[in-house]
């Protein structure tokens, strides 16, 4: 049931209303109220730039934020031009209503949950398969029981959610900008066939469990959103690029049974882009009969594709490119084809069909998947058919992508799905094309900007990703001795103090890269410092307000001869002998999944033991490590950080007091096998 809202401000009944028309409006508004309220059907409204906003200035706490600014419920054939609503829980919402034309309309700054808060990321892990959940976290546009709404040239961002679809059909979004948000750019709900196309959804990611992720995403589908059309959309930087899935599952170990609510089934996900995802470049996992066609996923943390506990699925034509984990990953998958894709430098298997090793490789085998007319060349792996059955493998190259041994009973001697490519090209191929033949002219997918890329560019602020449109320069610190800057724009003259030096960066003309000096400083230091950066004509300007760090690590890496963790003598002994290599580095750590972390160091079965000698402003001081596996940090030979153990990446922290005197950091880590991550750093309070 959908609630009575009380419009404060009035209701809008004509184009001609004096009270809005290209004015500036400050209300607030708790949830059971909206600002304006449209009553009248068969209505086209040109706000003229006008502006909606929740205070004079909006609540910084964007957690608090409430209401609704814009409400447009119950009508049909209404058309809002060229309004800016910010700081409601939802600043335009759209409830049961026919043939809504939204154009033009920006809805930045809604609810959101806090990120981080002064430099400290507060990890909350979004809730994606419950709608009732959604509707607490709010958006910029909501959508809901609503048929035929097009949002075109609209953009919402620097919040947690662009615009969310619920039970909603016929809807078309196309050419918006739903970028820099900590949750959804957009996501759906139990709606179905809509279109989404040549949107640009990028930098929608948040802070999780010391890295990046927590079920955010591009875009997001879920709970039995059937039949969509995704069309060239760019969703790079994002938690995933592109998420779909189902509304829950149970899994039953007694009677052996997986039992799936609410896929997500015959969808189109086709030219898009999820490259430089944290987690995967697309995700379509509890689903059935999706279309993955010509997308790019490429340089992302995990997989390209994720594709587990889904059937049926196409995967045709793809540009898979140096990703983390997998090519294309499906557990417990069926009758899927992987086609004629390029699958180049992944640090893990090139294609992925398994099963786990209990029950469920009964309940939910994984067979009759086929893999042809790929190309796959320097993967760590060709193919990883774990317990699995019956896979039809017959590829046009497989270079440098080692292939384990596969058995009679894990591979079958004719295809299985013979005809999915060829239902797909006459069934859904056409419209496509007719979808794509309406790329707007000045669209550019992220890719193909002068713009920083990598997910070393998501910089954390405390509501979203930081947003670095119409700064002179995005900037990031790769380690704290060092400050990259992204230029913009040309022109742009940097102002910086005499102790830094500008080191090369012949690989991109737009890259700055800033460090200390060479100085025999010992102990090491926090250098604070200030960079001014201004136009030829001086009209806008830049600061950026930073330290660097002159502490020098000096590591020692050993090979971990398989003694237990809970051998105390067996790591004193070790770390007391001879290295098989060292280094001296002002970065200590990194991700070292599936690698060596230096020559002569082996890819998983390591260990260091890394020192440096600091004296920092007097003060308490926050040390704070996240590790997988185990992790002991020392401060003046007394131990502040103890985990010794086999886990996943996990976040530690101690709080110290430090006076003016040199002070000795030593770091202990050790990497079993799996994923490998060892980061370490301090911060002032």
Not at 439 to 463: H, M, N, S, T, V
Not at 518 to 534: F, K, S, T, V, W
Not at 582 to 591: C, S, V
Not at 667 to 681: K, N, P
Request: hydrophobic content about 35%; some cysteine.
């Amino acid at each position: 049931m959908v609630a009575l809202f009380v419009a404060l401000a009035g209701s809008i009944l004509s184009a001609q209303d004096p009270a809005w028309v290209g004015k500036t409006r400050f209300f607030g508004a708790n949830d059971d109220q909206c600002v304006y309220e449209v009553k009248e059907d068969n209505v086209t409204l040109d706000f003229k730039e006008g502006v909606i906003l929740s205070g004079k200035p909006v609540n910084p706490d964007r957690s608090q934020l409430t209401g609704t600014g814009l409400l447009i419920q119950n009508r049909k054939n209404v058309t809002i031009k060229n309004l800016t609503v910010k700081g409601y829980r939802f600043n335009v919402r759209v409830v049961n209503c026919e043939n809504v034309r939204l154009i033009n309309c920006q809805a930045s700054a809604s609810r959101t949950l806090r990120m981080a808060n002064e430099g400290k990321a507060i990890d909350t892990f979004l809730d994606l398969r419950n709608i009732e959940t959604w509707r607490t976290y709010g958006a910029g546009f909501w959508i809901e029981g609503s048929k035929d709404v097009s949002l075109t040239k609209c953009s919402a961002n620097d919040a947690q959610n662009g615009v969310i679809l619920v039970d909603s059909t016929g809807c078309t979004l196309l050419d918006n900008d739903f970028s820099f948000n900590s949750g959804w750019g957009i996501c759906l709900g139990r709606s179905s066939d809509n279109q989404v196309i040549w949107n640009r959804a990028d930098f929608c990611n948040r802070q999780w469990s010391g890295f990046w992720g927590g079920d955010s995403a591009g875009i997001a589908v879920a709970d039995s959103s059937h039949r969509n059309y995704f069309v060239g959309n760019s969703m790079t930087h994002s938690g995933d690029g592109f998420f779909l899935t189902h509304k829950g599952d149970q899994f039953n170990e007694g009677t052996k049974t997986v039992t799936l609510h609410g896929p997500s089934n015959d969808n189109v996900i086709a030219y898009n882009d999820g490259s430089w995802s944290t987690a995967n470049a697309f995700e379509g996992t509890f689903s059935t009969g999706n279309v993955y066609y010509q997308n790019w996923a490429c340089d992302s943390a995990a997989a390209g594709f994720w594709l587990g506990y889904s059937d049926n699925s196409l995967v045709l034509d793809n540009k898979i490119y140096r990703d983390g984990t997998f090519g294309v990953a499906i557990e417990h998958g069926k009758q899927n084809l992987i086609q004629d894709n390029v699958i180049n430098g992944t640090k893990g298997a090139a294609v992925g069909l398994w099963a786990s090793g209990d029950w469920k490789a009964v309940a939910r085998p994984s067979e009759r998947n086929d893999v042809v007319g790929n190309k796959l060349k320097d993967n760590a792996l060709a193919y990883d058919l774990r317990n699995g059955r019956g896979a039809y493998i017959k590829d046009t190259s497989v270079e440098n992508s080692p292939a384990r041994q596969m058995t009679e009973s894990l591979v079958a001697s004719a295809p299985n799905t013979s005809n999915r490519s060829e239902t797909f090209t006459r069934t859904q191929l056409a419209k496509v094309k007719e979808l794509l033949a309406l790329r707007p002219k000045d669209f550019r997918y992220y890719r193909e900007l002068d713009l920083p890329k990598g997910i070393g560019w998501l910089q954390a602020g405390d509501w979203a990703p930081t947003n670095f449109a119409g700064q002179l320069a995005a900037w990031r610190q790769p380690d704290p001795g060092c400050l990259e800057m992204y230029l913009l724009e040309a022109g742009v003259r940097i102002a910086a103090p005499n102790f830094v030096q500008y080191d090369p960066t012949p690989e991109d003309p737009h890259l700055v890269r800033i460090s200390m000096k060479p100085e025999a400083a010992d102990p090491g230091r926090d250098q604070p410092i200030q960079l001014n950066m201004a136009t030829t004509d001086s009209k806008r300007r830049q600061q950026i307000n930073t330290f660097l760090r002159t502490a020098v690590w000096n590591i020692k890496w050993f090979a971990w001869p398989r003694m237990t963790y809970d051998d105390v003598d067996g790591w004193k002994a070790l770390f007391a002998g001879n290295p098989i290599a060292t280094q001296t580095t002002r970065a200590l750590g990194g991700d070292f999944t599936g690698r060596s972390p230096m020559a002569g160091v082996p890819s998983d079965h390591f260990a260091l033991a890394a020192e440096t000698k600091v004296k920092l402003e007097p003060g308490k001081y926050v040390f704070s490590s996240l590790s997988d596996d185990g992790i002991r940090v020392f401060l003046d030979g007394q131990e502040i950080i103890s985990r010794w153990n086999h886990h996943g990446p996990t976040p530690d922290e101690a709080t110290v007091t430090l006076d003016d005197q040199p002070h000795v950091i030593r770091v202990e880590y050790c990497q079993e096998s799996g994923s490998a991550v060892l980061h370490f750093d301090w911060r002032k309070l």
